[in-house]
């Protein structure tokens, strides 16, 4: 079946550090990949996504970039800002089979910002 | 444009009880999602609807969960009787249509907590 493996956290770091969340998956076919936000006290947002071997997705200064060979989808940022501190998910989509449409979610990692 | 609509947004009960969860998906979306996210973990699907019909209800305990979405807009979770293991926090997601390209829209959640 389809899964997703995150890098245990929690995370913490000084506000312009550089992050990396690693995020590893498993699954038959060509799934589409995301990450997921979740700020404190709000629902889960889309933060990127990428829907074929080696596109990068990018948003807010984050990027990731679907690495086939290495089924892995890694979460990085530049400069990371207070602003930043939240939960962030990996996420797959595979068409196939009986879980169209469904979302199949890593574990999450805590991120912490300090200033 | 008004997400994606839950209520409560929090919820005591003593185990055996029962409990319903109201969720209003962005209006057009045809696709409604509930998951279920134990604390440390990522989201778990537990049933899907494609407009007023389900489509995977694979995860879902039928034993004691069950879920409506009558006219296919408006939907309800219901829990017959809670077990510890129920708290959680209950997410409902939409999108325009199922598959790769459509992105869910989550709600803030309903927390669940079961004494």
């Known amino acids: 079946g389809n899964s997703v493996t995150q890098m245990e956290g929690p995370v913490t770091l000084s506000e312009e550090a550089f992050l990396t969340i690693n995020c590893t998956y498993t699954?038959?076919?060509?799934?589409?990949l995301f990450w997921y936000v979740q700020y404190p006290g709000e629902g889960l947002q889309l933060l990127l996504k990428?829907?074929?071997?080696?596109d990068k997705g990018s948003n807010k200064g984050f990027e990731a970039t679907y690495r086939k060979e290495t089924t892995s989808f890694h979460l990085e940022k530049g400069s990371v800002q207070v602003s930043d501190s939240a939960v962030y998910f990996c996420a797959l989509i595979n068409a196939g089979g009986t879980s169209y449409g469904k979302l199949t979610f890593g574990q999450g990692t805590i991120l912490t910002v300090h200033p | 444009e008004a997400g994606v609509a839950q209520s409560p947004r929090y919820k005591i009960i003593e185990k055996r009880q029962s409990v319903a969860f109201w969720c209003n998906p962005i209006?057009?979306?045809?696709?409604l999602y509930w998951y279920q996210q134990i604390l440390g973990q990522g989201p778990k699907l537990l049933i899907q609807?494609?407009?007023?019909?389900?489509?995977?209800d694979s995860q879902l305990p039928k034993d004691r969960f069950s879920a409506e979405r009558l006219k296919g807009v408006d939907s309800t979770l219901k829990i017959q009787p809670a077990k510890l293991e129920d708290s959680a926090v209950y997410l409902c997601a939409s999108s325009s249509f199922p598959g790769l390209a459509g992105e869910q829209f989550f709600g803030p959640g309903t927390r669940l907590t079961v004494l």
């Open positions: 609807f494609q407009n007023n019909g389900v489509v995977d």
């Open positions: 699954a038959t076919g060509y799934p589409s």
């Open positions: 209006s057009g979306h045809a696709t």
């Open positions: 990428a829907t074929k071997a080696d």
